[in-house]
């Protein structure tokens, strides 16, 4: 793995081009196609891309990512790639536009290499439910790197690119983040736009980076942060500079230490893991307090029920009438949309179809949707509660370093609860960064979450960089 720092050097040094490390990176993801982590890759495109931005830095107008190479989760819309969401649904679809994203990238010159896989949809916490192929954990094969956003948090860790965007709906670039030992930071909601992504539960969805260090990810944020007018639920907040947050001490700030994350179902060595952190927080003159989240265990439930929901009205759109795959046996109207939709959705997007339709069905929205979103102001409020005593919170990413693939398979709760920690920030609408913090016994990465107050990514991104700094 390559930061961007080490790249910037070998450029400004003359020893190397964009050209050459673009050569590089397609050497590694030709050597590493069994990890199945990219769905599409143009190495012509990134190419041609590459002796661009080496032109324009032998003029001295290239941007602040030149050199920078980004793989894509494969539900962000790059104008004429196919943007499949890892679904046969939408295994033929061309995107006809940019996202807002990707158009930020541009701007900034970072060179996009591909397209990576996921979980259809992005619902999942394996990288199991893609319809073409699961994603292989690059230090055991036979275990998974978490998801949705697998394909990308294997893309940066297998050293395939320098960066990688997802999408965290629940935990989708945390998780996987950690599960791969890599940095992964969900922003704030409304920090980044989500034109151009495809939706899953759009009140949760934010797009962020993967990175192998805290400041390549404080750079990517940097670049795609800030309000769209295309995106009415970006907010119209500064962007401050999250690079000067970093390389700076953490004397003074206070730690929240959440008691329900610390329960005896989390495993001893991710606790062990996490209080050695706590420590070395506290010798540089932190203060760490237990804090409560008094709602923390209705968290999942409330999240697969107002997810669910919205994914049922979301995904309706794709119903073989308009775009997208479509039954060719059909005689009727309703026959396309069942046919349709049964072949090409697979079993998980089917489940939470499901799950979403009841919960919203007549007899049933008040009993579920209603309460699910009341439970919702209560977990968020108790977010404002500690945030207003600390300055950030600290726990672990994940109940477990990564399974074996097909473990959890056959039950779906189990699944669910593989994001036991993560959901919250997403229901709450507050930034967290997964950082490495350590291996357990089979050498499988530990992941810890840094939590902190909307809008403040500098402050969470700045206790990440001090701890990543005296890993």
């Known amino acids: ?44 495109r990134a190419l041609v891309r590459a002796r661009q931005v080496d032109e324009k830095r032998m003029g001295g107008d290239a941007g602040p990512l030149a050199g920078m190479v980004v793989a894509v989760k494969d539900n962000i819309c790059i104008k004429d790639w196919n943007t499949t969401c890892a679904s046969k649904i939408l295994e033929e679809f ?17 060179i ?31 275990r998974v790197p978490g998801g949705s956003s697998g394909g990308s948090a294997v893309a940066v860790s297998a050293g395939m690119c320098t960066t990688a965007l997802g999408s965290d709906t629940g935990g989708s670039i945390r998780q996987p983040a950690s599960f791969t030992g890599i940095v992964g930071l969900k922003p704030t ?22 990175a192998v260090t805290v400041r390549d990810a404080a750079r990517l944020l940097q670049a795609i942060a800030g309000h769209d ?63 409560s989240l008094p709602h923390a265990d209705y968290t999942v439930a409330t999240y697969y029920i107002l997810a669910t929901a919205e994914a049922s009205s979301n995904l309706a759109r794709f119903d073989g009438a308009r775009y997208g795959f479509r039954a060719d046996d059909a005689s009727t109207l309703k ?22 339709t009841y919960v919203l069905s007549s007899g049933y929205y008040d009993a579920y949707y209603l309460k699910g979103q009341k439970v919702r102001r209560l977990i ?31 039950d779906p709760l189990q699944m669910y609860l593989s994001d036991i920690y993560t959901t919250s920030a997403n229901l709450a609408g507050i930034p967290a960064v997964s950082i490495p913090c350590g291996t357990d016994g089979n050498n499988l990465p530990i992941g810890l979450q840094i939590m902190g107050k909307q809008f403040d990514e500098e402050t969470v991104l700045r206790v990440a960089d001090f701890l990543e700094t005296r890993a």
Not at 195 to 209: E, H, K, R, T
């Open 229 to 291: 007018e295309r995106d009415s639920t970006t907010a119209k907040v500064p962007v401050p500079d999250y690079l000067t947050a970093l390389n700076r001490d953490v004397k003074g700030l206070k730690i929240g230490v959440p008691r329900e994350y610390f329960d005896e179902s989390l495993r001893n060595d991710i606790r062990a893991a996490i209080e050695t952190q706590l420590d070395i927080l506290r010798s540089a003159g932190a203060e760490v307090r237990q804090v």
């Open 112 to 142: 996009i290499i591909g397209k990576t896989n996921m979980d259809e949809f992005a619902m999942g916490s394996s990288t199991e439910n893609s319809a073409f192929g699961r994603v292989k954990h690059p230090v055991d094969a036979s």
């Open 1 to 44: 793995m390559r930061s961007f720092d080490d790249i910037s050097a070998a450029l400004s040094e003359h020893a190397t081009t964009c050209e050459n490390i673009i050569q590089e990176y397609l050497a590694t993801i030709d050597a590493r196609r069994d990890l199945n982590a990219f769905l599409a890759v143009d190495a012509e």
């Open 380 to 410: 968020s409020s108790d977010f404002e509660r500690a945030l207003s005593e600390v300055d950030v919170l600290i726990g672990p990413t994940s109940p477990t370093t990564s399974f074996k693939a097909g473990e959890k398979t056959d």
């Open 189 to 210: 909601y409304g920090r980044v736009s989500r034109y151009g992504l495809v939706a899953f539960a759009s009140s949760l969805d934010q797009i962020g980076p993967f």
């Open 335 to 356: 026959e396309n949309y069942t046919k349709s939709r049964s072949r090409g959705f697979g079993q998980e997007v089917k489940r939470r179809i499901m799950l979403g």
């Open 94 to 110: 061309v995107a006809p536009y940019n996202a807002t994203t990707i158009e930020k990238l541009s701007d900034a010159d970072a």
